[in-house]
């Protein structure tokens, strides 16, 4: 199957926060998976969504210095891995 890779974003420079980096690469179904980072009060800093299928996203954003939670959701409850193609994150 072919992949598409796609950018989306590019922190400023210089990033006055943290630069945060998403590779990620999702499965037969990438509209079902979705992230968001949470600062340390709860509040969405950063998130994302709605992907393609079979596809290779860099994602490269600055995001506030200070203690952050990142969650990555499945909506379908499945997984990205392996059943329905080989999705998968990683964290630079």
Known sequence: ????VTMKGAPPEPCDG???DLHLKTD???EETS???KDNANNI?????NYGANAQYYISECIPAQVCTFT???AWGDGFCCK???GSR???
């Open 45 to 49: 800093v950063l998130q994302g969504g």
């Open 18 to 20: 943290a630069t945060f």
């Open 28 to 30: 037969d179904f990438g």
């Open 84 to 86: 329905y193609g080989k």
């Open 35 to 37: 992230w968001q980072i």
């Open 72 to 74: 990555i959701s499945d």
């Open 1 to 4: 199957a072919d992949i598409t």
């Open 90 to 92: 990683r964290n630079l």
